[in-house]
């Protein structure tokens, strides 16, 4: 049984729209993350919260707002969609911020 | 900022050749990163394949090997002899471990294509 769902796995979206990426984990994890990956280029972190508290955020744009409603869950909402945002969205999870993170299959975010 | 350069793929070898992906890295944001391996086989997710959290230190798995070089900043992966099941996309990452969390910055990706 896979131990961090992510939904939708694709997802396409007009420009100016919003959308939600779900993530949730079953390893009993207390940090979670999101990263991107664009085409051509390297993974690249997002956010990290621990404890359902923000830790880093190294993402410039406001449009991009992690949500955590229990301890296993970080949503990603994403609103003003743009072209440039179209990417594939891992969420990761690890026992505590300074253990090795597992990660899940993805969202492929397209945006027209 | 960190940073990782890994090998530009896709590299092609055949079965029972040796394999070495280089990876060298820039740490900026902490004087001590971890170092870690993940792999990605076709149709799955990402997954944790080796990692060093001391500097001289070398891990393994699956056949595969790395040694954390502080000196050269590199983690260099290899394989004696692969296999065609080791066909994926190899990434080096570098974790920076602090108060604020654990951001791991990655590579692009080494593709490896093993021929049978």
């Known amino acids: 049984d896979p131990k961090i769902i992510q939904k939708p796995k694709y997802l396409v979206a007009v420009t100016g729209s919003e959308k939600i990426l779900i993530c949730e984990q079953y390893?009993?994890?207390?940090?979670m993350y999101w990263y991107r990956q664009s085409a051509k280029k390297p993974l690249e972190f997002m956010f990290s919260?621990?404890?359902?508290?923000?830790?880093d955020n190294q993402t410039a744009s406001s449009r991009f707002q992690p949500q955590s409603s229990k301890k296993n869950h970080l949503d990603l909402q994403i609103t003003a969609l743009k072209p440039d945002d179209s990417a594939t969205y891992f969420c990761?999870?690890?026992?505590?911020?300074?253990?090795?993170?597992?990660f899940g299959p993805g969202t492929r975010l397209t945006v027209l | 900022g960190d940073s990782v350069t890994q090998t530009e793929g896709p590299v092609t070898v055949s079965e029972s050749e040796s394999l070495i992906i280089n990876c060298t890295y820039s740490?900026?944001?902490?004087?001590?990163?971890?170092l870690f391996w993940y792999v990605r086989y076709p149709g799955e997710g990402l997954q944790l394949l080796l990692k060093?959290?001391?500097?001289?230190q070398k891990g393994s798995s699956r056949g595969f090997e790395a040694t954390y070089n502080k000196e050269t900043t590199s983690f260099h992966l290899q394989k004696a002899s692969v296999q065609e099941s080791d066909s994926a996309v190899y990434y080096c990452?570098?974790?920076?471990?602090?108060?604020?969390?654990?951001?791991?910055?990655f590579g692009i990706g080494t593709r490896v294509l093993v021929r049978p």
């Open positions: 919260y621990s404890y359902q508290k923000l830790m």
């Open positions: 990761a999870s690890s026992q505590d911020v300074l253990y090795e993170q597992y």
């Open positions: 060093v959290i001391t500097a001289g």
């Open positions: 740490a900026t944001s902490i004087a001590y990163p971890n």
């Open positions: 990452a570098l974790g920076a471990a602090n108060s604020a969390g654990n951001k791991l910055t």
């Open positions: 390893l009993g994890h207390n940090a």
